[in-house]
């Protein structure tokens, strides 16, 4: 009879282990679904100015000297990528930054864009490496786009029109931002709406 | 320690030895995550905003060696309630913080829990928190006097096994919730 129990103790135990590496099994493989559900592009929030719109000009001194005009006609794409100094996603995204704009070379110019205490932003600068890119601090430049949530990224074409905006978190949103201009759409949620995709996934 | 003991009925051996090696890995995993990671740690103890900044540093090397300690003092039985009530006294803390700045309004700043997945604040963490010090409670007990046999070990060693799979369980969909809140939110 005791042998019985044992071993029948020792069974359930074994079968209780197995279950608990299935649940967490399942577990993981919903997370991997929610990393691909998750708005799989930069979420726009539909506020500031539209894409395709011009872009608002703003002259800015930026951080270590000299100025830095956003809007207006010039020679290439800008990329202006809200952050901040307390912002860990936004540190995150600075490595994606980094290779982004060697990637696209003088193609690209690259504006990091914050509002708050200078000091603390000096500090930041130089502890993440960041001296090489224009750094500006205005408040009112973010209020002009709605800046609501952070990391924020506008992405602003030669001539001077919003091309792509909104809230980026991860490398794909931030090259969504590209694939958006590239394909000619406001962001990737108007691609999935637009008429065309429709009719494909139909 | 005494007051500690005096709160506590006795508990089967097996209970608290269980209680015990599941507590002292926790926590021995907690620290060997937050060491090899210190950067991710003190900016985490940064965005709790509890501490003055001057104090954030030193504060952040030292969280993960009491944790050490704690976690090692905990597996044998004679510096068991000791390591216990220092296991306790963390956990005391780290949830004041937490229930701190849910009552703030942020719950979007990550709980610095170690590893690589965000798990934002929220009363899933307190309420982990909360068995996490029930467990160690349950450590601290005085032992019934029987006599164990070779079956009791192996059932410390399954009963161990378990409570760390659940641990894990709860912190993975610890760090699902924010995702599933963030999708049912979604236009």
């Known amino acids: 009879m005791n042998e019985a129990l044992i071993v029948s103790n020792m ?57 830095v005009t956003l809007g207006g006609t010039g020679s290439g794409n800008t990329l202006v990528f809200f952050l901040s100094p307390t912002c860990p996603v936004c540190k995150k995204l600075l ?108 | 320690m005494d007051a500690l003991t005096v709160l506590l009925p006795a508990i089967d051996p097996v209970l608290t030895h269980s209680a015990a090696a599941f507590v002292g890995t926790v926590l021995l995993i907690a620290a060997i995550e937050k060491l090899r990671d210190p950067d991710a740690f003190r900016d985490a103890v940064e965005n709790y905003q509890v501490l003055p900044g001057a104090v954030v540093p030193a504060f952040a090397r030292a969280v993960p060696l009491l944790e050490l300690l704690a976690g090692v003092m905990l597996l044998p039985v004679a510096s068991r309630q000791a390591g216990a009530g220092l296991a306790l006294a963390l956990w005391l803390m780290f949830t004041a913080a937490i229930v701190l700045n849910l009552r703030r309004g942020r719950d979007r700043i990550d709980c610095g829990c170690g590893g690589s997945a965000h798990t934002p604040l929220g009363k899933g963490l307190v309420l982990r928190n909360v068995a996490l010090m029930l467990a160690t409670w349950v450590a601290a007990a005085p032992m019934l006097g029987r006599s164990t046999v070779w079956l009791d070990i192996v059932a410390v060693g399954f009963a161990t096994l378990f409570l760390l799979g659940l641990h894990f369980l709860a912190n993975t969909m610890l760090s699902h919730q924010s995702r599933l809140l963030d999708l049912r939110n979604s236009p």
């Open chain 1, 11 to 67: 069974l359930l135990w074994l079968a209780v282990l197995a279950l608990l590496v299935v649940v967490i099994a399942l577990s993981r493989q919903i997370g991997i679904l929610y990393e691909r559900i998750a708005p799989m592009g930069a979420l726009m929030m539909d506020s500031g100015p539209k894409v395709g719109e011009e872009a608002p000009v703003f002259q800015l001194p930026s951080l270590g000297g000299g100025t």
């Open chain 1, 95 to 202: 490595p994606v930054l980094k290779s982004l704009k060697r990637a696209e070379g003088n193609r690209l110019t690259l504006v990091l864009a914050s509002d708050g205490e200078q000091p603390e932003h000096e500090a930041f600068r130089r502890r993440a490496d960041l001296a090489v890119y224009p750094y500006v601090l205005s408040a009112e430049l973010g209020m002009r786009y709605h800046v609501s949530k952070l990391p924020y990224a506008v992405l602003i074409d030669a001539s001077g029109r919003v091309r792509a905006k909104g809230l980026v978190n991860s490398r794909e949103q931030l090259d969504s931002l590209f694939s958006a201009q590239d394909l000619g759409v406001a962001s990737v949620q108007d691609y999935l709406d637009a008429p065309k995709f429709a009719k494909e996934q139909a």
